[in-house]
C-alpha cells in the first residue's frame, strides 16, 4: 500500500461488493481474485505485503479470504473500510442463498434427485479443493505426513477440540522441522490504522465472549443466544475455511433440531453455486431454523455470530503482525499449520461429505465426472453445481 495512502469506505465498499458478485471458486480462487484486484489493477499494497497478510489470515481460525479482505479494507479506510470490505463481499452471496432458502424451506426435497446431486457436487467441490491446497501447503515429505496425520486424529475423534488439536500439533511438529530451514519474512511496513492497546482489547473481546457466550446459554435458554453461541463458537474455532466449518456446523444445528439433514445438505450444495464466501451458508441455515428467529432475522443473527470473532481476530492482531511476522520460528509454525488444514479438510472429504452422497457406482461416476469438469476443463463451480444437480434428477429417475 502506498505510503499514507488513504482511501474511502465508499471506494472499499465498490470494490468489495465487485469482487463478492463475481470471486467463483472457492477460498483458493478468491485469492487470486483478491491479488488481481487489490496488487495488479489497484496498487493498494505490494505482493510482499499481500502474501504476509495470507499468512496471517491462515494463521488466524476462520473464513481466510473474508479475514484478508477486512484487512486489506482496514489497511486502506480504518475500521469502517474493514467493516465495509466484509460487506461487499458477503452481501450478494448471503441474499441468494437466503432467498433460496425461504423457497426449500417449503417443500419436500427428503428425496429429490436434485438434491443428491447437491450432495455429489460438494464432494467433487471438496476434492477439488484438497487437490490445490495439498499442492500448496504438503508439498513436501514432512508436510504431506503432517496432512495424513492430522486427518487420522479428526477421523478417529471428530470434535472442534480435535481439529484444533491437530492444527497445534502440526505448529509444533512445523516448528520442529523448519524453525532452522526459514527464514523471518522481511518487507516494508505500513503505519498501522489500529494501535496496539486497540490490539488487546478487540482481542480481549473475542477471549470473553467466547467463555461467556457458553457459560450464558445454558441457564438463560433463549434461541437468540443459543444460535449466537453455536455459530461464534464455529466460527472461532474452526480453521481451513468454509469447507472445514461443515462438520462443525452441522453438529450444532442438526441434532437439536434446528434444520434438517436435507435442507443441510441442500443449502451446502446451493452455497457452492453462489460467489463469495462459503461462510455466508451461516445466513442459509439462520433462514430454515425451526424455532424462531428464522426468516431473515435468523438468517442475520447467523450470519454476524459467525463472522464477529474474524473482526475481532484481526483488529486485534494487525497492529502486531508485522513484529511477529519478523520471526523465523513463527514461518516454521506456520508450514505445519498449512499441511494441518489440508488434513483436516481430507478428512471432512470423507465424513460427512462423501459418506452422505456416494452409495452407489452411478453417484461415484457423476462424482468423478464433476471433479473432471472442475480440474481438468476448469469450468466455474457454479455451472458444475448446476450439472451435478441434474444428473442427480437424472439418476432418480432412471
Do not use: C
Not at 69 to 98: E, H
Not at 140 to 155: C, P, Q, S
Not at 366 to 392: C, E, K, T
Request: no cysteine; glycine share 12%; aromatic share 10%.
Amino acid at each position: 500500500m502506498r505510503d499514507g495512502e488513504r482511501g474511502s469506505g465508499w471506494e472499499v465498499f465498490l470494490v468489495a461488493l465487485r469482487l463478492g458478485l463475481t470471486s467463483f471458486g472457492g477460498p483458493v480462487a478468491h485469492i487470486g481474485y483478491f491479488r488481481q484486484e487489490y496488487v495488479v489493477r489497484r496498487r493498494w499494497l505490494d505482493d510482499q505485503r499481500f502474501a504476509d497478510l495470507l499468512a496471517l489470515t491462515n494463521f488466524l481460525p476462520g473464513p481466510a479470504s473474508s479475514q484478508t479482505g477486512i484487512a486489506i479494507g482496514t489497511m486502506r479506510a480504518g475500521y469502517l473500510g474493514g467493516l465495509l470490505a466484509w460487506v461487499g463481499f458477503t452481501l450478494p452471496s448471503a441474499v441468494a442463498l437466503v432467498v433460496f432458502a425461504l423457497v426449500v424451506r417449503g417443500l419436500d426435497v427428503a428425496d429429490a434427485g436434485w438434491l443428491h446431486g447437491l450432495k455429489i457436487a460438494a464432494v467433487a467441490v471438496v476434492a477439488q479443493a484438497v487437490w490445490a491446497m495439498s499442492r500448496n501447503l504438503a508439498p513436501d515429505r514432512e508436510r504431506g505426513t503432517i496432512a495424513l496425520i492430522a486427518a487420522a486424529i479428526v477421523l478417529l475423534a471428530s470434535s472442534p477440540v480435535t481439529q484444533v488439536l491437530a492444527m497445534v500439533i502440526g505448529g509444533v511438529v512445523g516448528w520442529t522441522l523448519y524453525r532452522g530451514r526459514v527464514g523471518a519474512v522481511q518487507g516494508e511496513r505500513d503505519a498501522p490504522r489500529i494501535s496496539g492497546r486497540a490490539g488487546v482489547a478487540w482481542l480481549a473481546v473475542f477471549a470473553v465472549l467466547l467463555v461467556a457466550l457458553p457459560v450464558a446459554r445454558g441457564p438463560l435458554d433463549i434461541q437468540s443466544l443459543n444460535i449466537v453461541d453455536a455459530f461464534y463458537r464455529a466460527g472461532s474455532l474452526v480453521f481451513g475455511g468454509g469447507h472445514v466449518v461443515l462438520p462443525l456446523l452441522e453438529r450444532e444445528v442438526v441434532p437439536p433440531g434446528w434444520v434438517s439433514e436435507s435442507n443441510f445438505i441442500a443449502g451446502y450444495g446451493a452455497a457452492q453455486a453462489v460467489p463469495g464466501p462459503l461462510f455466508t451458508f451461516s445466513a442459509y441455515l439462520g433462514a430454515v431454523f425451526g424455532p424462531e428467529p428464522n426468516g431473515w432475522a435468523g438468517a442475520a443473527v447467523a450470519l454476524g455470530a459467525v463472522f464477529l470473532p474474524s473482526f475481532l481476530l484481526v483488529w486485534g492482531t494487525l497492529p502486531f503482525w508485522d513484529r511477529l511476522r519478523g520471526v523465523g520460528a513463527v514461518q516454521a509454525a506456520l508450514r505445519g499449520i498449512g499441511a494441518a488444514v489440508v488434513g483436516i479438510l481430507g478428512a471432512a472429504l470423507y465424513d460427512p461429505v462423501w459418506t452422505s452422497a456416494i452409495f452407489r457406482p452411478e453417484d461415484l461416476a457423476l462424482a468423478l465426472a464433476a471433479f473432471g469438469l472442475l480440474l481438468a476443463w476448469r469450468l466455474p463451480p457454479w455451472l458444475v453445481v448446476l450439472a451435478a444437480a441434474a444428473g442427480g434428477e437424472v439418476i432418480a429417475r432412471l
